[in-house]
Nanobody, 122 residues
């Protein structure tokens, strides 16, 4: 399974961040597992943001739930992330991953994309 994140490298504070994860070599609807978004701010640990299951059920990190939305486009085999009201502390490398663990926070588990850097600045 290969995962590739894409999206803007720079967003302004208070704007909405949209990222897309394109999956190849696997199916987001039939491959059992949790398709997650995980981020890593500079100098900090990986933070699980949320996931969508092959069934379509969605789960969120409670600390980010009010600003996060995860969806999918089954026709394109893509997972989408929407993060609203972006803050400077949202600057991070954003990864998509698929794993058997819901809140995956180790790159040793499952399959991960290479990540996309997002900066927040006006």
């Amino acid at each position: 399974v290969q995962l590739q994140e894409s999206g803007p490298g720079l967003v302004k504070p208070s704007q909405t961040l949209h990222l897309t994860c394109t999956v190849s070599g696997g199916s987001i609807t039939t491959d059992h597992g949790y398709w997650s978004w995980v981020r890593q701010p500079p100098g900090k640990d990986l933070e699980w943001m949320g996931a969508i299951e092959s069934s379509g059920s969605v789960y969120y990190n409670p600390s980010l739930k009010s600003r996060t939305s995860i969806s999918r486009d089954t026709s394109k085999n893509q997972i989408n992330l929407r993060l609203s009201s972006v803050l400077p502390e949202d600057a991070a490398v954003y990864y998509c991953a698929v794993a058997q663990t819901l809140a995956v926070v180790t790159r040793a588990e499952g399959y991960w994309g290479q990540g996309t850097q997002v900066a927040v600045s006006s």
